[in-house]
């Protein structure tokens, strides 16, 4: 009898869905995960709520933001303003964010399995969970590096150091003009390293070294069985994994797509019947997932 994931699909149909998860990765050559806003918000790194409103009070107060994305793009009448806000942003999502346990629960599966990452997150969750940075592929940026708000060169540069001094010296919603980082290049003003709405940031020699050993990893993969997991990704940038996960399952046979969000997106018709909705949190399945590992693997050989 010939081996399909349809086959497999119906074969876990009546388990938990931590479990039928697990099984359907045992039966797996490779597994690529795509990581979105969704698993940070399940671990508690949300872009709304008291972790906004209690951090930026005073800039909700002048500018009745909804949310911290609505901010991430507001166009600042200063530039001593602007950083004030971004220093506090890098030091929320970057400098000082926990480690989350969903990703410490991820790091643990991705062990089990030749597997990648590709993420639209540029915070600091995947190096504060101790993954390899090799293994991760950042295709939106990173919130710790800087770079030449014109693209003059294709450099990005740390910017810890220079936010920590701008948290400490801030006032009145301003940093000294003294601190507004400047271009070595062209004199234009520096801005985090963040894929803007035109889908555009600079790409450095480390941007493309990640990105080749992505491309390679799917090479490998893609006459494999390989299942794409898809963690907490939505419609805010669907062409970033979404989309590209849903054409890669069409276009390989071998390819199974999970999607795991408490929302009900479109799967298309051609992919349905190599596919899965958990509609579940991702906290809560992570834990049940490596509960399960735990347990002298209740389901599935790999």
Request: charged share 20%.
């Amino acid at each position: 009898m010939t081996w399909t994931w349809q086959s497999e699909l119906a074969a876990s149909a009546g388990l938990a869905d931590h479990l039928r998860l697990k099984y359907l990765l045992d039966q797996s050559d490779y597994v690529l995960f795509g990581v979105g806003a969704g698993m940070g918000a399940a671990d508690g790194f949300s872009y709304v709520g008291p972790r906004f409103t209690e951090n930026f009070a005073d800039f909700i107060n002048k500018y009745g933001w909804f949310d911290l994305f609505q901010a991430s793009v507001f166009e600042f009448p200063t530039l001593e303003e602007e950083w004030a806000f971004f220093s506090r942003f890098v030091d929320l999502n970057y400098l000082s964010q926990p480690v989350g346990p969903s990703y410490l629960a991820l790091k643990e599966l991705a062990s089990r399995y030749p597997s990648h990452v590709i993420t639209s997150n540029a915070d600091n969750a995947f190096e504060a969970a101790g993954f390899d940075a090799n293994q991760v592929f950042d295709v939106q940026g990173k919130y710790n590096l800087l770079q030449c708000s014109r693209g003059c060169h294709a450099k990005r540069y740390p910017n810890e150091a220079l936010m920590k001094k701008m948290l400490a010296s801030q006032d009145k919603m301003l940093v000294p003009s003294e601190l507004v980082p400047y271009c070595p290049k062209c004199g234009a003003p520096m801005a985090l390293n963040r894929r803007n709405h035109t889908d555009w940031m600079v790409e450095d020699q480390k941007f493309y070294q990640d990105q080749a050993r992505f491309i390679d990893f799917l090479q490998a993969a893609k006459q494999k069985r390989l299942v794409l997991l898809e963690l907490g990704c939505g419609y805010m940038a669907p062409q970033v994994i979404k989309h590209p996960f849903q054409q890669f399952t069409e276009a390989f046979n071998n390819v199974l797509y999970v999607t795991v969000n408490l929302k009900d997106y479109h799967i298309p018709h051609a992919i349905r019947d190599r596919s899965l909705w958990i509609n579940q949190d991702i906290k809560v399945l992570m834990s049940n997932l490596a509960a399960s590992y735990d347990n002298n693997k209740e389901v599935g050989d790999h």
